[in-house]
């Protein structure tokens, strides 16, 4: 008994096989790996020690053999000498939050996560720690199409809370317990993914993880998946009208939770918890986890009818939430995103709290229920979230200018080009060279990345496409390619694979200009444009040309300029009254391009390259042509 939706297996089934019908076409023969977790963990408080027992069912999706597997022992790098530490101190621009405080730890103050057995099916197995992975070689190969179990005992101690993890946060929160369990690697068509952690990003398999923590009972969690026995737990978690019942003799409470078709557990845990729950339509439960202090309580208490309406735009816009449950925990060190939770840090006034919250949701639509390769894409997650989040922003805070919610990650992305510091979007998050390339990279090109993919297809065809995106491909680890595909069905067949070389693979930057304007002849009633590429990125174009008529009433027209890679055209978007004239397409190869408009040049008043700004033109001081004043 799960949860009410998992008591029912005719209704897991049909969700199950609706997932299938409606997915099953974005697979294209992609396997996947599959896990079922189940872990008993005994926490020690006094030491910030536990320990704990693991058992991983393995099923071996893919098409080969495997003779070894992998886990992630992140604990390990909160190390002095560890990679994650020697990497913050030698990089140009360190995470502050990072620097060198790994460095400085105690040995009662670092992290660890120390195996002490490892058996297959049974058979006990040889292992190598290789600080933050562990290699493992298996007793007998497991075959495609295969299943094995693999069961670990082990200990680990939580470390001085640095990045992400940890306990004693800079906000009091006791423990924030993310990246804190032995978690074995992914392995998909490009082998394995055993990188070690230098405090980026994460990949996991898609699972259901059946965790059961003992603590000191005067703790309140906060945590990924159901809790399985709120009646025995109470604080808030227990059903209405029931009874808590526990042994009041216990030191220490058993808390039981449940998280299926996930690929990540997290939970944090505090004393001094406020635990608040918000019903969205008795379909949802919001959690709300947050320490009782005077002067931010009345802004956690105001940002849960932010969130209920957050979740319903949200639901609409981008897909529907496909789990009962969701937790804003504080704790962590900024905010960070799991499945069905987020740990954010509390102390904020109200749009700031507001703010990390939306965004570390919206992660749960473009990672934790997409689960892409964040270290190879980050920005599909980093990105895409941005994006969506201004959207939100926008749409919770009405009085937004919703012409320049984007405007932000233009600048930096634009920054990047400036200080040519910019890497290609397709560099692995772990070498990036700064910390400020990979941020701007990630999160703010990411975000570019979408909102001209609007400009590309329409707004209405990209709408669409974000919907049938994430019908598409959640929980089913999309890449780059997957999402170009959805967009291109959606645009009606625009071929779009040119966007994502250039956008994705080079640091080519997009930069055109109204070179030149003229009259035909003498008395010429029409008037000629020559427009320069000067960037190396090609893109289609929206040329506004904004004219007196004969009346003398100001006219805007759209010539719109199609991209001969493009293959064929966007439709019209219904801008400028719907006034549009398509005209032949620019061939890429091509630098100039000159047009003819049958308007005389005494009667134009402006010429705009991409008025919507929705264009990442590095230099839009040459997109705007306005006659000297006579």
């Given at each position: 008994?799960?949860?009410?939706?998992?008591?029912?297996?005719?209704?897991?089934?049909?969700?199950?096989?609706?997932?299938?019908?409606?997915?099953?076409?974005?697979?294209?023969?992609?396997?996947?790996?599959?896990v079922?977790y189940?872990?008993?963990?005994?926490?020690?408080?006094?030491?910030?020690?536990?320990?704990?027992?693991q058992?991983?069912?393995?099923?071996?999706?893919?098409?080969?053999?495997?003779?070894?597997?992998?886990?992630?022992?992140?604990?390990?790098?909160?190390?002095?000498?560890?990679?994650?530490?020697?990497?913050?101190?030698?990089?140009?621009?360190?995470?502050?939050r990072?620097?060198?405080?790994?460095?400085?730890?105690?040995?009662?103050?670092?992290?660890?996560?120390?195996?002490?057995?490892?058996?297959?099916?049974?058979?006990?197995?040889?292992?190598?720690?290789?600080?933050?992975?562990l290699?493992?070689?298996?007793?007998?190969?497991?075959?495609?199409?295969?299943?094995?179990?693999?069961?670990?005992?082990?200990?680990?101690?939580?470390?001085?809370?640095?990045?992400r993890?940890?306990?004693?946060?800079?906000?009091?929160?006791?423990?924030?317990?993310?990246?804190?369990?032995?978690?074995?690697c992914?392995?998909?068509?490009?082998?394995?993914?055993?990188?070690?952690?230098?405090?980026?990003?994460?990949?996991?398999?898609?699972?259901?993880?059946?965790?059961?923590?003992?603590?000191?009972?005067?703790?309140?969690?906060?945590?990924?998946?159901?809790?399985?026995?709120?009646?025995?737990?109470?604080?808030?978690?227990?059903?209405?009208?029931?009874?808590v019942?526990?042994?009041?003799?216990?030191?220490?409470?058993?808390?039981?939770?449940?998280?299926?078709?996930?690929?990540?557990?997290?939970?944090?845990?505090?004393?001094?918890?406020?635990?608040?729950?918000v019903?969205l339509?008795?379909?949802?439960?919001?959690?709300?986890?947050?320490?009782?202090?005077?002067?931010?309580?009345?802004?956690?208490?105001?940002?849960?009818?932010?969130?209920?309406?957050?979740?319903?735009?949200?639901?609409?816009?981008?897909?529907?939430?496909?789990?009962?449950?969701?937790?804003?925990?504080?704790g962590?060190?900024?905010?960070?995103?799991?499945?069905?939770?987020?740990?954010?840090?509390?102390?904020?006034?109200?749009?700031s709290?507001?703010?990390v919250?939306?965004?570390?949701?919206?992660?749960?639509?473009?990672?934790?229920?997409?689960?892409?390769?964040?270290?190879?894409?980050?920005?599909?997650?980093?990105?895409?979230?941005?994006?969506?989040?201004?959207?939100?922003?926008?749409?919770?805070?009405?009085?937004?200018?919703?012409?320049?919610?984007?405007?932000?990650?233009?600048?930096?992305?634009?920054?990047?080009?400036?200080?040519?510091?910019?890497?290609p979007?397709?560099?692995?998050?772990?070498?990036?060279q700064?910390?400020?390339?990979?941020?701007?990279?990630?999160?703010?090109?990411?975000?570019?990345?979408?909102?001209?993919?609007?400009?590309?297809?329409?707004?209405?065809a990209?709408?669409?496409?974000?919907?049938?995106?994430?019908?598409?491909?959640?929980?089913?680890?999309?890449?780059?390619?997957d999402?170009?595909?959805?967009?291109?069905k959606?645009?009606?067949?625009?071929?779009?694979?040119?966007?994502?070389?250039?956008?994705?693979?080079?640091?080519?930057?997009?930069?055109?200009?109204v070179?030149?304007?003229?009259?035909?002849?003498?008395?010429s009633?029409?008037?000629?444009?020559?427009?320069?590429?000067?960037?190396?990125?090609?893109?289609?174009?929206?040329?506004?040309?904004?004219?007196?008529?004969?009346?003398?009433?100001?006219?805007?027209?759209?010539?719109?300029?199609?991209?001969?890679?493009?293959?064929?055209?966007?439709?019209?978007?219904?801008?400028?009254?719907?006034?549009?004239?398509?005209?032949?397409?620019?061939?890429w190869?091509?630098?100039?391009?000159?047009?003819t408009?049958?308007?005389?040049?005494?009667?134009?008043?402006?010429?705009?390259?991409?008025?919507?700004?929705?264009l990442?033109?590095?230099?839009?001081?040459?997109?705007?042509?306005?006659?000297?004043?006579?």
């Amino acid at each position: 008994n799960k949860t009410d939706m998992y008591k029912s297996p005719i209704l897991w089934l049909a969700l199950l096989l609706c997932a299938a019908s409606t997915t099953a076409y974005a697979q294209q023969q992609r396997w996947q790996m599959r896990v079922k977790y189940a872990m008993d963990i005994d926490m020690d408080v006094k030491t910030h020690r536990f320990k704990g027992k693991q058992r991983v069912v393995l099923y071996n999706n893919s098409n080969e053999t495997l003779d070894r597997v992998f886990y992630h022992l992140y604990f390990n790098a909160f190390q002095p000498g560890s990679m994650m530490d020697v990497r913050s101190r030698n990089i140009s621009d360190p995470d502050m939050r990072v620097a060198s405080r790994i460095s400085k730890l105690k040995p009662d103050e670092i992290g660890y996560q120390n195996v002490r057995s490892l058996r297959q099916s049974g058979v006990p197995l040889d292992f190598q720690v290789n600080e933050s992975i562990l290699e493992v070689r298996l007793a007998r190969p497991i075959a495609a199409g295969g299943v094995d179990t693999f069961d670990m005992e082990f200990e680990a101690q939580v470390p001085l809370q640095i990045r992400r993890s940890g306990r004693n946060s800079s906000e009091g929160v006791d423990y924030s317990m993310t990246q804190w369990y032995p978690k074995m690697c992914n392995f998909d068509e490009q082998g394995w993914h055993a990188n070690p952690y230098v405090g980026r990003e994460f990949y996991g398999i898609w699972g259901d993880f059946d965790v059961k923590i003992s603590i000191d009972r005067n703790y309140i969690l906060g945590a990924s998946g159901y809790l399985q026995n709120p009646n025995e737990i109470g604080c808030g978690y227990e059903d209405t009208g029931a009874k808590v019942v526990n042994d009041p003799k216990a030191e220490k409470l058993t808390w039981h939770f449940f998280a299926p078709n996930v690929h990540d557990f997290a939970w944090g845990a505090d004393r001094d918890y406020i635990h608040d729950v918000v019903d969205l339509n008795d379909t949802i439960k919001i959690h709300f986890l947050y320490q009782d202090e005077a002067e931010h309580k009345e802004n956690w208490k105001k940002a849960q009818g932010y969130m209920v309406n957050a979740f319903k735009f949200i639901q609409n816009r981008y897909g529907v939430y496909p789990f009962r449950q969701y937790s804003f925990i504080q704790g962590g060190d900024g905010g960070m995103e799991y499945p069905m939770c987020t740990l954010i840090t509390g102390r904020r006034n109200l749009g700031s709290l507001v703010g990390v919250m939306v965004h570390e949701l919206m992660h749960n639509w473009y990672q934790m229920l997409m689960g892409t390769n964040e270290s190879l894409y980050a920005w599909m997650d980093e990105g895409f979230t941005s994006y969506a989040s201004a959207v939100v922003m926008a749409y919770l805070f009405p009085n937004t200018n919703q012409a320049t919610i984007h405007e932000s990650a233009y600048k930096g992305y634009f920054a990047l080009i400036e200080q040519k510091i910019e890497e290609p979007l397709s560099t692995h998050a772990d070498h990036f060279q700064s910390n400020t390339a990979y941020g701007q990279a990630a999160y703010s090109k990411g975000e570019v990345f979408l909102h001209q993919m609007e400009y590309i297809i329409g707004k209405e065809a990209f709408d669409k496409g974000m919907l049938d995106y994430y019908d598409a491909w959640r929980f089913r680890h999309p890449n780059p390619n997957d999402f170009v595909r959805i967009m291109e069905k959606a645009s009606g067949g625009l071929e779009l694979d040119w966007y994502k070389e250039y956008f994705v693979n080079s640091i080519h930057f997009v930069d055109y200009a109204v070179k030149e304007i003229g009259s035909t002849s003498t008395d010429s009633t029409e008037t000629k444009i020559t427009l320069e590429r000067i960037g190396k990125f090609p893109m289609p174009l929206d040329l506004v040309v904004e004219y007196e008529d004969e009346k003398g009433k100001t006219v805007e027209m759209l010539y719109y300029i199609p991209l001969d890679l493009m293959r064929g055209e966007k439709k019209s978007e219904g801008l400028y009254g719907g006034r549009r004239t398509t005209l032949p397409d620019w061939r890429w190869t091509h630098p100039k391009y000159e047009l003819t408009i049958a308007v005389p040049q005494s009667k134009i008043l402006k010429i705009s390259i991409d008025p919507t700004n929705r264009l990442a033109d590095y230099k839009r001081g040459n997109n705007l042509y306005v006659p000297a004043k006579k």
